[in-house]
């Protein structure tokens, strides 16, 4: 989808609302028989792919399901180790799901208050005085605007490299902040922000960029 | 089409006039909640100022205006483009110190008090100071400090309604990165 991910950082840097509005999540699931082709390797938190990339498995997915049920870190639902059940033969054959592993909440706030950090190191780096901090960020999958207010609220989109209509996006977001976040009696300013209108205002403007190429 | 325009003269009028009636019912409440004067005075800043607070992003978020170079770029912006977008009104600036540090907005007919008239036992009630609290919050969220008070009031006998701002200093702990 072309705008994947929509941050809004307050003025310490701290995560005020996040949302992610891929439709479709990058899973694969495929049937195994013993020995198992691909490379698996535990890390603390996951199972990952280490070698062996086929079929569209590709190295750094992990595995979420095993034979249909849920797979939590690196044990299954009955506390058995992950690694053990596919090293048993007989369990063949066997169904694994795999994908790419999706941010906790924890790790997008980490995320958001670095990009702040960065976001104020790049006014440091700059030649001139008085430059702004990181507007666009680009790599070859996707790229990352930013836009500060002048009272230091970041709004941050991840889009498509090629989505065109992000910083009328951007505007749009600052506008609905100011309506349905401030004008919010019940809201107190620099916490989380959990409203459904804000929540469905911001769908339906990121909706309305991909559809027209502009959010006004 | 005299018949349109007329209809939408008409709304707003009517919708600035539940406005008019919504801050005299507050400052009513305010009056029998605290009875003394001063304590309403300073309770309408607090209320003006958390308002000045929010207000200021909406306000960016329309005027799409980048950050004022000195006081007297933000005195304009504040009478002609946000008392215009807000209140209808456009005060004028003037009365600025020697050291360019305090100016006068002088607001020709107060919306807040069209139909007001004070009584002899309310002579120190600052009836509109939601509005000094307002510019308060609202500057102190661009990181200017400054102080507002009433100096004339037209509900006090005077000829008109003189609103005083004073720059205190510049916040600087609180700066995001790249404003400078």
Same mark, same amino acid.
């Given at each position: 989808?072309?705008?994947?991910?929509?941050?809004?950082?307050?003025?310490?840097?701290?995560?005020?609302?996040?949302?992610?509005?891929?439709?479709?999540?990058?899973?694969?699931?495929?049937?195994?028989?013993?020995?198992?082709?691909?490379?698996?390797?535990?890390?603390?938190?996951?199972?990952?792919?280490?070698?062996?990339?086929?079929?569209?498995?590709?190295?750094?997915?992990?595995?979420?399901?095993?034979?249909?049920?849920?797979?939590?870190?690196?044990?299954?639902?009955?506390?058995?180790?992950?690694?053990?059940?596919?090293?048993?033969?007989?369990?063949?054959?066997?169904?694994?799901?795999?994908?790419?592993?999706?941010?906790?909440?924890?790790?997008?706030?980490?995320?958001?208050?670095?990009?702040?950090?960065?976001?104020?190191?790049?006014?440091?780096?700059?030649?001139?005085?008085?430059?702004?901090?990181?507007?666009?960020?680009?790599?070859?999958?996707?790229?990352?605007?930013?836009?500060?207010?002048?009272?230091?609220?970041?709004?941050?989109?991840?889009?498509?490299?090629?989505?065109?209509?992000?910083?009328?996006?951007?505007?749009?977001?600052?506008?609905?902040?100011?309506?349905?976040?401030?004008?919010?009696?019940?809201?107190?300013?620099?916490?989380?922000?959990?409203?459904?209108?804000?929540?469905?205002?911001?769908?339906?403007?990121?909706?309305?960029?991909?559809?027209?190429?502009?959010?006004? | 089409?005299?018949?349109?325009?007329?209809?939408?003269?008409?709304?707003?009028?009517?919708?600035?006039?539940?406005?008019?009636?919504?801050?005299?019912?507050?400052?009513?409440?305010?009056?029998?909640?605290? !009875?003394?004067? =001063?304590?309403?005075? $300073?309770?309408?800043? +607090? #209320?003006?100022? %958390? &308002?000045?607070?929010?207000?200021?992003?909406?306000?960016?978020?329309?005027?799409?205006?980048?950050?004022?170079?000195?006081?007297? !770029?933000?005195? =304009?912006?504040?009478? $002609?483009?946000?008392? +215009? #977008?807000?209140? %209808? &009104?456009?005060?004028?600036?003037?009365?600025?110190?020697?050291?360019?540090?305090?100016?006068?907005?002088?607001?020709?007919?107060?919306?807040?008090?069209?139909?007001?008239?004070?009584?002899?036992?309310?002579?120190?009630?600052?009836?509109?100071?939601?509005?000094?609290?307002?510019?308060?919050?609202?500057?102190?969220?661009?990181?200017?400090?400054?102080?507002?008070?009433?100096?004339?009031?037209?509900?006090?006998?005077?000829?008109?309604?003189?609103?005083?701002?004073?720059?205190?200093?510049?916040?600087?702990?609180?700066?995001?990165?790249?404003?400078?």
């Amino acid at each position: 989808m072309p705008v994947f991910s929509v941050y809004v950082v307050n003025k310490a840097g701290g995560l005020v609302f996040q949302y992610d509005h891929q439709k479709t999540s990058i899973e694969l699931e495929k049937t195994f028989s013993y020995p198992l082709d691909l490379k698996l390797e535990p890390q603390t938190d996951y199972v990952t792919v280490v070698f062996g990339q086929q079929d569209g498995i590709k190295v750094g997915h992990v595995i979420l399901s095993v034979n249909g049920k849920a797979v939590s870190g690196r044990k299954l639902q009955d506390g058995s180790d992950v690694m053990e059940f596919i090293e048993n033969e007989k369990n063949y054959p066997l169904n694994i799901r795999f994908g790419r592993p999706k941010l906790s909440s924890n790790q997008k706030i980490m995320m958001a208050s670095m990009f702040h950090s960065l976001y104020a190191i790049s006014v440091q780096l700059s030649p001139e005085s008085g430059s702004s901090g990181i507007q666009k960020l680009e790599t070859d999958t996707f790229t990352l605007h930013c836009h500060q207010t002048v009272t230091g609220v970041k709004f941050i989109v991840i889009s498509d490299p090629k989505q065109v209509g992000v910083d009328s996006l951007l505007a749009r977001l600052y506008t609905i902040y100011s309506d349905y976040a401030l004008k919010n009696p019940f809201y107190s300013l620099e916490m989380p922000i959990r409203t459904e209108l804000f929540d469905s205002q911001v769908v339906t403007a990121i909706e309305q960029t991909e559809k027209v190429g502009s959010a006004i | 089409m005299s018949k349109t325009t007329g209809r939408a003269f008409e709304n707003k009028k009517l919708v600035g006039e539940l406005f008019t009636l919504t801050y005299g019912a507050l400052v009513s409440q305010l009056i029998k909640d605290y !009875e003394k004067d =001063d304590e309403v005075n $300073k309770q309408l800043d +607090k #209320m003006g100022y %958390n &308002i000045g607070v929010r207000l200021v992003e909406d306000f960016m978020a329309r005027s799409n205006l980048g950050k004022c170079q000195d006081l007297r !770029e933000t005195a =304009d912006v504040i009478a $002609k483009v946000a008392f +215009k #977008m807000y209140l %209808n &009104i456009t005060p004028v600036v003037t009365n600025w110190s020697l050291a360019n540090d305090e100016f006068s907005l002088i607001l020709e007919n107060n919306p807040l008090a069209e139909f007001v008239e004070l009584p002899e036992r309310h002579s120190d009630l600052s009836y509109a100071n939601v509005l000094c609290g307002a510019i308060r919050g609202a500057l102190e969220m661009l990181q200017l400090e400054v102080e507002t008070w009433f100096l004339k009031d037209a509900l006090k006998g005077d000829t008109a309604t003189e609103l005083r701002v004073k720059f205190i200093k510049k916040l600087t702990d609180a700066l995001p990165a790249g404003e400078d």
